[in-house]
């Protein structure tokens, strides 16, 4: 016989360390009532167990990778900022009154990208631009750059309410400091490069001069001499090659880190008997239509402890 229920449930263990690329498992624990209960089918006495699309019969690992038996409704709630990757069944092994479904959602990244990374972006590539300032020009190279460190201030006092709340970091969090990183590594580039390049000035008077940080054991450079522009344009561009290297790789890392979950899960469907995995749905929540059910709010699933809300089947199965 199948039955459905409708229900609230609260997912108190999210695992954001990869947001906005990070992957969730909503477990749903099913538990037949009445452990000492039985029911009469004839004349023979049965208990009343919960099993998968492989049957109770199913125990070589490959009975449980079934790709059919379970599904999400048309008519299910849609999850706006997430996708759900596939579903999985998993049997207790023998077969007992307990059954456990976990929804893999992952998340879409593009409004966290749109809102978080690009506006950050922009301000840490316009920090380059502050170098075409000449060297001894220092103030308005400072000013530039605390420019730049008070917008990103100010746009992380906007955005804080995009971004969960957890007391670790995720990887959104730590692109946001390799930011303000480097927008303090170039501003104390402009200030060594300013000393290296006055401290050989004779004409000035010694209050006009920079602090002697050295003590005279360095020999400074001449203002007129080629060297210091050519060893700047060196570094700004050794900076911007690294950047987009890591950028690159940084990108890459937190797409494998979701390839290889959905790999671990496929291959611990091989192995275990009693596991039923299937796709979700390709465009389940992408529709930009409302289904019959209630739309999720954008940071649904962003805090510790939040709600998933769903209509689920499942069958229960009379054995031995």
Known sequence: KTCRYRVKISCPDLNLRTFPLDTQILPICLKVRGTGKHFQAGSKEQNVVLVGPEGEEGSAPKDGLRRVGHSISD????????????????????????????????????????????PCLIVLLFSFTIFSIPIQDLSSRLENTATCLLAMMAFQGTIKDMLPAVPYQTALDRYVMIVYTVLMIHGLEHA????????????????????????????????????VSIAEAIIVQAEAVLLVLWHIYYVRYLIQLRKTGKDARLEFSDEWAGVSIVKGPKAFGRSGTRSNGTWFNNRSLSGQSQNFSGKLSASLRRGN
Do not use: C, K
């Open 192 to 227: 060594v490069l300013f000393l290296l390049t006055t401290g050989a000035r004779e004409d000035w008077l010694w209050a006009e001069r920079p602090a002697d940080f050295f003590h005279g054991s360095l020999d400074y450079a001449q203002i007129s001499h080629e060297t």
């Open 75 to 118: 008519s299910a709630d849609l999850l706006p900022d997430f996708l759900i990757q596939s579903i999985m069944g998993v049997r207790s092994n023998p077969p007992d009154r307990r059954y456990e479904m976990r929804i893999v959602v992952e998340r879409e990244p593009g409004y966290a990208l749109r809102n978080v990374a690009f």
